[in-house]
């Protein structure tokens, strides 16, 4: 970098430049002054090569410069193109090829942390619950921050790391990446916009940072205002959405006029058309109606179905209530829950719920309502087309494309978090029948009730299950090494490690054995674990060990069906648990499958051909729904019994084998 010479100067004030101080402004070699026009320059500026043009949509064709702008203090990369900035552009190091045209301001306004160490009062309205947000929080630290307040050294120790990581980001000038473009926004006030955004329209960006890279660009659309936020990779916020003291995480969409208060959205979260206020949505939480407000709850893996609603406010000490759904709840259209309550993973919520439920015990059900009562039919989403599809759909959609994940999420529809409460499951609904005996009609339960034969089924549901989970990780195991006598196939069978035995944990998406997360808090406590990295980094080798771990867990519980240990263990009690779970497997799809048929039932066929006979509908609906023989879904249930069915037989037929 150099500074002007004489006939540069010149030059630039005959193309109607201005600067307070010329010895000021530094540009690199070679220097095309013709390429800066129009510019009132104010304090230290640099200006990198302006060699390159651009070509726009539409085909019209510029040349990288600075036109018709003021600037202060500012720092260009090479070959920028920064034209019509309004007011004025201020404390700015801009990147190389970055784009900044029809825009008011972009200032940074004294020392600035960009949205980093922002307090949001996430879930609880009344406050103490304020989580300190970063730009690499992920929804497992902010799980620990949020509920776990019964441990305040450890808060304290882990809020302390990410207020230094605040601190150490601290700074006078903002920060503008390389392949940057800013168009026709509003006021852009201390924010850090990484490498290859593209923010359109947007109206106001106040104190906050959006991490985007190249392989993971962030969109910021038409009329969008956030303040006091941190925007992950590959986001897209578009179409007057308003977000305020927000975590937005990696490959999450919103729009449509979405309005995100005080909330934290882990990745590939989805909020259209409604309202989020205090919310803590885990990985995948989705609403997509502009009648449905999520509120002062916890949740992951959530579809909100149009108009659903929650409650925090009793109009008595105020809005201080929070709620629970666990992975993979569901609401149906006009659902609606009065908190505090908690929702088992798995659940559909139907209909109004007033009564403060709590039905984290029996995972899979539905929660119905029936004349003003809360109706619990347990287990039944286990054979239900929805919950399997959704299982599936999960992965699939990861929108994630940057390499470095925040989040760590386990898809596992069964697993030991899962099975754990299937085994509670039934023991709970075992001593409800004892304690008001087999022949009652209707059993209560945690402010809810139980039909008889609800209740019945349930228990075979639930066992069903959990045959089916531990005959997977049997069969799994199994695969891994060879095996012909009975003594390799017991060595196979020991586990890698004595971790996973006792309670699981979901810490919002990553599941672990609560012995791992209750040793990484107790080292955070102690000032053992002093750094965020090494907690993500425990993490993430919890998360890699996920298998090992389940293993010790199933194998625990295989051992108290089969009543001994693994080195006592014979051939024929390893055939019973495959043949069981054999016929759990079948019998499960072939449950599913008949839910499935369902969906094509006469019923369903109802508005299909309104103006044709009863063979113009049939062939109506065939070509809007296709035959239920031919439905990609239903090929796949069969496709998997199948595929079950030979494993299970080449298995068995294995083991017949061995002496």
Known sequence: MRTLTKAEIEQLQAQHCIATDWSLIEVAEPFHPEYVQDVYFSGKIRIGRLEAGYTLPGGL???????????????????VHIYNVHNYMANYRVGNN?????????????????????????????????????????????????????????????????????????????????????????????????????????????????????????????????NDFIISSGVSITD?????????????????????????????????HGEATAIFAGPYTVTHHKSTLLIAGMFSFLNAGSGSNQSNHMYKLGPIHQGVAERGAKTTSDSYLLWPAKVGAFTLVMGRHTKHSDTSALPFSYLIENTTESYIVPAVNLRSVGTIRDAQKW??????????????????????????????????????????????????????????????????????????????????????????????????????????LG?????????APKSEITQLLDDIESGALTSLTEAQQRLTGIHANYYSYEWTWALDKLEQVWGKKVDEIEI???IRTIEEWKEAVVGLDQMVYNDAKKEFSLNARTGFGVDGNDEQNSLDFENVRGKFESNSFVLAVLEHIRKKSELGNKMLEQLKSVH
Request: glycine residues 10%; contains cysteine; charged residues 20%.
């Open 61 to 79: 064709s510029i040349h990288s410069g600075i036109y018709r702008s003021t600037v202060h203090n500012c720092e260009f990369g090479d070959n």
């Open 395 to 500: 992965p699939k959609r990861d929108n994630r494309k940057d390499p470095h994940k925040l989040d760590l999420i386990n898809y596992n529809l069964l697993s030991p978090y899962t099975i754990q409460k299937m085994y509670k499951g039934q023991e709970v609904l075992r001593d409800i029948m004892h304690l008001s005996g087999e022949g009652t009609e209707v059993y209560s339960y945690q402010n809810c009730k139980i039909r008889n034969s609800s209740l019945r089924k349930g228990i075979e549901l639930y066992g069903i299950g959990i045959k089916k989970f531990l005959g997977n990780s049997l069969i799994s195991r199994l695969g891994k090494t060879e095996w012909h006598t009975i003594e390799e196939l017991r060595k196979a069978l020991h586990p890698d490690s004595s971790i996973g």
């Open 98 to 226: 970055t784009c900044i045209e029809n825009v008011n301001s972009i200032v940074v306004d004294g020392s600035s942390t960009f949205g980093n160490g922002v307090r949001v009062p996430v879930m609880n309205e009344g406050g103490g619950r304020e989580i300190p947000i970063f730009d690499g929080l992920s929804a497992h630290l902010a799980y620990f921050l949020t509920l776990y307040r019964h441990r305040p050294q450890m808060i304290e120790r882990l809020t302390a790391m990410i207020d230094a990581y605040a601190e150490s980001q601290r700074s006078e000038m903002g920060y503008i990446g390389d392949n940057v473009r800013i168009i026709n926004c509003g006021s852009i006030k201390n924010v850090r916009i990484g490498d290859y955004a593209q923010i359109t329209g947007a109206s106001v960006l106040k104190n906050g940072s959006v991490n985007s890279n190249a392989e993971a660009p962030v969109k910021i659309g038409s009329g969008v205002k956030c």
């Open 240 to 272: 007057s959405t308003l977000v305020s003291k927000c975590f937005i995480g990696q490959g999450c969409e919103m729009g449509k006029h979405y309005s995100a208060l005080e909330s934290l959205f882990f990745s590939n979260c989805q909020g259209f």
């Open 503 to 511: 309670e699981w944990v979901d810490c919002s998406g990553l599941l």
């Open 572 to 574: 024929a009690d390893i």
